[in-house]
């Protein structure tokens, strides 16, 4: 059976740069981020407009039926992300450092980021704060972008005793701040904040120069990201308060993630009210 590509609804889209995410950011535009594991919903992704793509090692639980994300490798990070990068044309492409790749060291992160940068990702995103500070400046200073992630982390969901909301009490809210601004001073370009309250988040936010990508953080984050199968209504069990299936209504795939850049950059996604922040 042969397939045939639909024409690209995004042809016109010069590739995005870290550049242009700034403009972005500094315009007041909200972003858009979703994740993609393989070449087909890259491209789709692609072509409705979403301006970042982060193959994440959610693809763990989401691709190989896992339960967590941490069994997964560098090495099956590195193969994701040449897929996406062969279905992508013009959005910016993150790879996710999976656990165990950069913790060790910063020369080890270095390692590891060379992989995925090898493999096609313009940026790395590891996660957690207070002792990555010197290894995003160790990245940073040797031209690897780098994208932070605090709140809820998912490597560290052993840790945290599963998957919490981050930053409830004044004390754990100033840590993430804390975090947040070392972070930026070390030369991070992005933050994504997952699972912390929206005064928090929020807060936050207008004190950083960087743009903050929310997931489970409220609406006044510089933008958005969700875990695709989710918003795409594949996901089976319970999925989080913040989730919300963009296929309904849609006629296609395309529309839902039209409608998902749409709603965010309007910002109709997410719904403080609706989801309790």
Not at 2 to 26: F, M
Not at 99 to 125: C, D, E
Request: glycine share 10%; net charge neutral.
């Amino acid at each position: 059976m042969s397939s045939h590509p639909t024409p690209d609804a995004n042809a016109t889209r010069k590739p995005i740069t870290l550049h242009r995410l700034r403009e972005l950011y500094a315009s007041g535009e909200k972003l858009t981020m979703l994740t993609a594991y393989d070449a087909t919903f890259a491209r789709v992704a692609d072509e409705a407009g979403v301006e970042m793509l982060l193959v994440g090692d959610s693809l763990g639980m989401v691709l190989q039926g896992r339960s967590s994300t941490v069994p997964v490798t560098l090495d099956e990070m590195a193969y994701h992300v040449r897929a996406v990068v062969a279905g992508n044309k013009t959005a910016w492409v993150i790879g996710d450092m999976p656990f165990g790749s950069y913790q060790q060291s910063p020369a080890r992160a270095m390692a590891s980021a060379t992989v995925l940068m090898q493999a096609g990702a313009q940026m790395v995103k590891l996660e957690g704060g207070g002792w990555t500070t010197e290894t995003v400046r160790f990245l940073t200073d040797r031209g690897v972008p780098v994208c932070a992630h605090l709140g809820l982390t998912p490597q560290s969901v052993h840790a945290l005793g599963g998957y919490r909301i981050q930053g409830k009490t004044d004390e754990a809210a100033a840590t993430l701040r804390q975090h947040a601004h070392a972070l930026a001073d070390a030369g991070a370009a992005m933050m994504v904040f997952e699972l912390m309250p929206s005064t928090v988040a929020t807060e936050i936010t207008r004190s950083l120069p960087i743009p903050t990508i929310g997931i489970g953080a409220g609406v006044d984050c510089s933008g958005q990201v969700l875990v695709l199968p989710d918003m795409l209504g594949l996901t089976r069990g319970k999925l989080p308060r913040f989730v919300k299936n963009f296929v309904q209504g849609a006629t296609s795939i395309d529309e839902a993630i039209k409608t998902y850049v749409a709603d965010v950059k309007a910002k109709r996604f997410p719904d403080n009210a609706l989801h309790g922040y």
